[in-house]
């Protein structure tokens, strides 16, 4: 049985832990206990409760997290230039796609649709008329 005291052995429950869909069981299994003590609620509590393993999971945790953020960055620059070059083109569809694409990647259709604050409120006439203006402007532009 792997000796929860050793700095690796803790990394490497972290790595499969977040490797394999944050599955306790499955991870313990990977690393060398066996599937009864890995199934054990004991084994949860000891080994997920340990400072050096939660200390571990919070390390990949936060390493995952910039990744997923420079990733999101770099989408959001080659949608832009999917948008720009779809303007260009006179592409309604790919400009409208590419927008969403960039709304989805950056949660703003969720948001709109699964809550009840100030985006989701109707608009007042003066934001209407602005909108409108905005839209003869593009319109013009195209």
Do not use: W
């Not at 230039?81 to 590419?98: I, P, R, S, T």
């Amino acid at each position: 049985m792997p000796n929860i005291k050793d700095k690796s052995t803790c990394d490497a429950i972290a790595r499969e832990f977040c490797s394999n869909g944050r599955n306790k069981e499955q991870a313990l299994i990977s690393v060398g206990y066996t599937k009864s003590y890995a199934r054990s609620g004991y084994a949860h509590t000891q080994i997920y409760a340990n400072p050096l393993v939660k200390a571990a999971i919070a390390k990949i945790d936060t390493k995952m997290a910039k990744e997923i953020e420079h990733n999101r960055i770099i989408s959001l620059h080659n949608l832009q230039k999917a948008y720009d070059l779809a303007f260009k083109q006179g592409n309604a569809a790919a400009m409208v796609a590419a927008e969403r694409e960039k709304n989805a990647i950056s949660n703003l259709h969720s948001s709109t649709l699964h809550t009840d604050d100030k985006q989701t409120k109707e608009l007042n006439d003066s934001q209407q008329a602005e909108a409108r203006r905005l839209a003869n402007i593009r319109l013009k532009q195209a």
